[in-house]
């Protein structure tokens, strides 16, 4: 019997991360293996290393050997991947194109807990990876396998075109959902923290900026506003009708540990909603894709190695809230 191939992966090691060795699996039929070249990091990996799970769920890379069965996949092609990794494939979600809500679905740190895109290898199902178009760059598309495919869904599932849009922070998530809306169609408000961050944010494309502290000065409503910050908002100075309008839909992308409380008079008397989103199934993931190609959006990336050292700088740039605006770990060429 031929002795199991190990290779590397990083995960959490009291505290910190890690490389240790994994065992490459047997490929079943529709197995993909695919050599990670790219990987984008962000919070979610930070929030799974004290469980020391193997870390990483923006993977892209090349397709290294493919299983018995597979069709869409051959060795060469670049495939993109690893937040969302399996469903049931027969239920009323999986059936209804939202596998990403199926009970039995497999996505990052809930099961598959040894195969990470932080690696020298990730193993993907096939129709779970995704064809990276030939004008995105890897490294571009590595953030959009996570970051991009959850502001695409979340926009294209509660935004019409020229509708207001409004967005709440400026990173990782925020600097590519003012990309997504407004070639949506849509007029994109932005609200931050920092008046400096003003011109950056026009230049993704917003038309209007407003500091959160000042809501009053907002001229016309927005129909959707999109949470895409680590904290949530002062709900009293944005619920109301002058801001969001009535029947508005709030759209929360971040997860921040806080509790998320309304005020319930005024979500009931100005009939606001909230739509909550995940990552995109795995057909608006492709149109995803594709529309950003096609529009020439692309996530802004600070590049480190994907190493202990890249990982650590990585990190160290993410918590203290200096990463402009996805990190990207970048595998050694062999």
Not at 48 to 74: C, D, R, W
Not at 213 to 232: A, D
Request: net charge neutral; with cysteine.
């Amino acid at each position: 019997m031929a002795e199991a191939k190990s290779y590397p992966v990083y995960r959490g090691v009291e505290g910190t991360v890690k490389q240790t060795l994994t065992e490459l699996p047997a490929l079943g039929p529709k197995d993909v293996l695919i050599k990670i070249t790219h990987t984008g990091i962000c919070s979610s990996d930070l929030a799974y290393i004290p469980y020391g799970v193997a870390l990483g769920h923006e993977g892209v890379g090349i397709v290294n050997q493919i299983g018995s069965m597979v069709t869409q996949f051959k060795v060469g092609d670049r495939a993109g991947g690893g937040y969302h990794r399996n469903s049931c494939g027969h239920c009323s979600y999986c059936l209804s194109g939202q596998d990403i809500w199926c009970y039995d679905r497999t996505i990052f740190g809930e099961k598959d807990y040894s195969n990470g895109t932080f690696g020298e290898y990730f193993v993907g199902t096939e129709t779970y990876l995704h064809k990276i178009p030939d004008g995105l760059a890897s490294e571009h598309a590595a953030p959009l396998q996570c970051a991009g495919a959850t502001v695409y869904t979340a926009l294209v599932d509660t935004v019409k075109p020229f509708e207001r849009v409004g967005i709440v922070g400026i990173g990782g998530l925020g600097h590519l959902a003012i990309q997504v809306a407004r070639k949506l169609g849509a007029e994109v408000v932005v609200f931050s923290t920092s008046r400096n961050k003003e011109q950056e944010a026009r230049n993704f494309g917003a038309s209007e900026f407003y500091l959160l502290s000042e809501t009053e000065k907002v001229t016309k409503p927005v129909k959707t506003l999109v949470i895409t910050g680590n904290r949530y908002p002062d709900w009293d100075k944005f619920l109301v009708k002058e801001v969001v309008a009535r029947t508005g839909t709030i759209v929360p992308l971040a997860a921040p540990e806080a509790k998320m409380e309304l005020p319930a008079f005024k979500m009931f008397f100005d009939g606001y909603n909230v739509h909550s989103s995940l990552v995109a199934s795995r057909g608006k993931h492709n149109d995803m894709l594709e529309f950003c190609s096609s529009h020439g959006i692309v996530p802004v990336v600070e590049k480190f190695k994907l190493n202990e050292t890249g990982i650590a700088e990585a990190i160290g740039k993410l918590t203290s809230n200096k990463m402009r605006y996805g990190g990207v770990l970048v595998a050694d060429k062999d």
